[in-house]
């Protein structure tokens, strides 16, 4: 096959996924801040129901007199929806341990695109599910069921793992494939920063219900775009043999347990650094994630809805312009070892920022500092598939997977759990604590470029073979 039809077939399959997966995120997303909007001001009525502004979503809940008795119910609302947060994080992934172990793994047998329907399916699910709930005014606690449907079904947890699987499927490893996982990351954060923004202005004109609405439609938009991706793994490439599930576990064991003698490069150490990183970097990043909405609307920022969605489509905006513009220009000076470290630097400059944060200038001087922050999972995402060989990226992309849904369930409920039991005292301390994860990720990394740079120069060197004769 020619190296223009091989690009033509690229693009015929990467196109649909960015596409698929732009509207995903954007759902994904949209649902998520219509809901932790919903939930807040559904506790708000329930445990203060005479108040006249108790179903507004401006900043009449909100406070800075920290001695005043709305300063205090605030805080009390924000712990009881913090709690609440936990309980969904837990039906969504307790399940995912599951299937993150199994469809990653199976799609080297059955093919890709069955795996990326049934993700996209378990979130369709979910936001009919939560915006019928929203319309006719059931429990909240119905809530982490209908999350727990999206669970069984891998949720964007396995649609982030059988992407890079295609991925890895279209290209060569090196720097290629790292570009192509950065423009994936650069179109679901990108859908992410969309979903967010529209959750804001449609809250504020229509209400929760109309924008969860809107997140259904655009998660069934992305079940339609996934019909148009072909299979990126032919039938002679499928591993014709039984499923086994303790054998499927098995190859995902054995990158972190064994070296590959047949894969040079393909060392057990590496594996277990990288994934290291990843699992604090990703333990950050989600932590923050599952909490920023509310910290953001309590005291001292008060924000609403509307001026969520805008500063979180402007946080995420700087760092997918990196994404799209700067990873390959830095390519031409770093390997992807280096902007790796560059970008847990930044992230944890924003971090700290957060954390001490007590007027909207230090948001805005965080977005900036933070702008590099996003690079750091494609680009060990990279490296961790540069070191695999082909008929084993399910397996190793199921893997993270697996790390990735351990990470999202344990920082959600470790950030509930921090900020609803510090927030009367210190809101700031969930970051502080997700600032060492970001620490210990970056000590991790550094063992990577050393090797990395140790690589380079012994590309330098020429091997000498002496002759027996002299």
């Given amino acids: 096959m020619s190296s223009d039809s091989s690009s033509d077939k690229s693009l015929r399959t990467f196109v649909p996924l960015c596409f698929a997966t732009f509207f995903l995120f954007a759902s994904y997303d949209n649902g998520m801040h219509a809901t932790s909007g919903y939930v807040y001001e559904t506790f708000w009525e329930q445990r203060f129901p005479n108040r006249s502004d108790s ?18 119910d605030g805080q009390l609302v924000q712990k009881q929806v913090a709690r609440w947060s936990v309980y969904v994080s837990l039906a969504h992934g307790v399940p995912l341990i599951l299937s993150s172990v199994l469809f990653s ?77 950065a423009i994936f990351t650069f179109v679901s954060g990108f859908g992410s920063s969309v979903g967010i923004f529209v959750s804001g202005y449609v809250v504020t004109l229509l209400g929760h219900e109309f924008s969860m609405a809107v997140s259904f439609g655009v998660a069934l938009a992305a079940f339609v775009c996934i019909c148009f991706i072909p299979e990126s793994i032919s039938n002679s490439q499928k591993q014709q043999k039984k499923f086994s599930c303790c054998g499927n576990c098995r190859k995902i064991l054995q990158f972190y347990t064994k070296d590959d003698d047949d894969h040079p490069g393909s060392f057990r150490w590496k594996f277990v650094i990288a994934v290291m990183a990843f699992i604090f970097i990703k333990l950050a990043k989600l932590g923050a994630s599952s909490m920023e909405a509310y ?149 991790f990394l550094l063992f990577l470029v050393k090797d990395s740079r140790q690589n380079y120069n012994r590309r330098e060197y020429t091997v000498i073979i002496n002759n027996p004769t002299d």
């Fill in 55 to 72: 179903n507004s979503t401006d900043e009449s809940h909100c406070t800075t007199n920290k001695s005043s008795e709305a300063y205090r």
């Fill in 105 to 181: 793994s199976l799609s080297d047998t059955f093919g890709r695109k069955p795996f990326l329907f049934i993700g996209a399916f378990g979130i369709c699910i979910k936001q009919f599910l939560i915006t019928l709930a929203m319309f006719s005014r059931w429990s909240v606690f119905l809530f982490p069921p209908f999350t727990l449907i999206e669970g069984l079904c891998g949720s964007w947890v396995t649609h982030i793992a059988i992407s890079m699987c295609v991925i890895s499927d279209l290209t060569s490893a090196g720097k290629s494939r790292s570009f192509y996982i």
């Fill in 295 to 443: 910290y953001l609307l309590g005291s001292p920022y008060c924000f609403t809805p509307e001026k969520i969605g805008t500063f979180e489509t402007a946080k995420s905006g700087f760092s997918e312009l990196f994404i799209l513009v700067g990873i390959k220009a830095m390519h031409q000076c770093f390997e992807d070892e280096g902007i790796a470290l560059l970008s847990n630097l930044s992230s944890i400059a924003q971090f700290l920022l957060f954390g001490i944060g007590s007027t909207e200038l230090y948001l805005e001087v965080a977005i900036i500092v933070g702008s590099l922050g996003m690079a750091s999972v494609p680009m060990i995402q990279g490296i961790m598939s540069r070191m695999c060989p082909p008929q084993k990226q399910g397996a190793m992309f199921g893997s993270l997977a697996v790390v990735e849904n351990v990470c999202n369930l344990c920082s959600s409920v470790i950030g509930g759990a921090i900020y609803s039991e510090t927030v009367t005292f210190y809101r700031g301390t969930a970051y502080f604590v997700f600032t060492g994860f970001l620490v210990l990720a970056f000590i």
